[in-house]
């Protein structure tokens, strides 16, 4: 079964109880998620929460080798606008995923929501992090609300 990944690209600073809260309420899902027969993960490979459970994953993988772990690119080039850290971080995602999926060459209006709506519509499950009703994350809780999901929200 397949579980895909929607969260915000702004995270709580690392050294906050709000941070320390959302990598244990990400641990509790992806548990969760194993334990209801998922081990394919689905990110996006955006900044933020999706590099976070990105590298959550890579590191599950290397307890569990039945995990596996898909990256769904919306559009080549995505990560030119990352910070040198989240470049590299990026990279060894991309690196350690079991593949990766390029949806378009390049980026045109409306390639993320096409990201989002593909991995919602290859999923089971979506573990979601959303704390904004107007953003693309929320969106895609929408959508996978929409199409029956089974949702653990964080």
């Known amino acids: 079964m397949t579980c895909c990944f929607t969260g915000h690209r702004e995270l709580p600073r690392e050294d ?3 941070y320390a809260a959302l990598l244990s309420s990400l641990e509790a899902a992806v548990g969760d998620a194993r334990r209801e027969g998922c081990n394919h993960f689905l990110v996006g490979g955006a900044k933020g929460f999706d590099l976070l459970a990105g590298e959550w994953i890579l590191a599950a993988k290397k307890v569990d080798p039945a995990i596996t ?11 030119s606008a990352f910070s040198p850290s989240d470049r590299m971080r990026y990279q060894t995602l ?8 390029y949806l378009a060459e390049r980026y045109h209006p409306g390639c993320m929501r ?3 709506a593909r991995m919602v519509n290859d999923s089971a499950f979506c573990v979601a992090y959303v ?3 107007r ?9 996978a609300e929409a199409k029956g999901l089974t949702v653990l929200r964080i």
């Not at 953003?135 to 959508?143: P, R, V």
Request: aromatic share 2%; charged share 25%; net charge positive.
């Open 135 to 143: 953003s693309g994350s929320a969106q895609t809780l929408k959508m």
């Open 69 to 79: 772990l898909s990256v769904y690119v919306p559009h080549r080039g995505q990560e």
């Open 114 to 116: 096409e990201r989002n």
């Open 16 to 18: 906050s109880p709000a």
């Open 94 to 101: 991309l690196n350690g995923a079991d593949e990766v999926l």
């Open 131 to 133: 704390r904004k009703s």
